[in-house]
C-alpha cells in the first residue's frame, strides 16, 4: 500500500484513516478490512471500494456461523466461506473502535499487501475511515 501517493486507478479518490490528530493516506480504490471474531475466533472479512460518493461495501464473507455474526440472507456457502453483498448505502465513514477481547485487532488489505489498523492508530480507541478530500 502506498502512502501519500496519488492512486493508480485514475479516479482521484484515496482513502483516509484518522486516529485521533493523526490521518494516513491510503492510495487506494478498494480494501479489504478484516478481523476474527471476539467469541466464535472466526475470520470475518469485507471488501470495500473507495469511491468519490463514500465507501462502498462490494461484499462480505465470514468462515461460520455463532454468536452475533449471521450471515446475510442472501449467502452462498462456497466450500470455505460464506459470501453475501450487504444491503448498505454508501457509508461517508467507517469506525472501527478497538476492543480488548480482540487482541490482534482490524486488518487492512489492499494491492496484495496487509497491516493491522493499530499501525496507524497510534494511542488512539478508534480509527475512523474516509474518502481523503
Known sequence: MALDAPPQDGAGVSLCLAAGAVVTRLAVASFTLAWTHSVEKTRWEEDWRVTARGLEIVEARVKGSGAG???G???RFDGTWWRWRPKLPVANSVRLGR???VPEGWELCAEGACRAVADARESAD???LSVCD
Open 69 to 71: 455474526m449471521e450471515p
Open 73 to 75: 440472507p442472501d449467502a
Open 99 to 101: 476492543s480488548d477481547a
Open 126 to 128: 478508534s480509527v475512523t
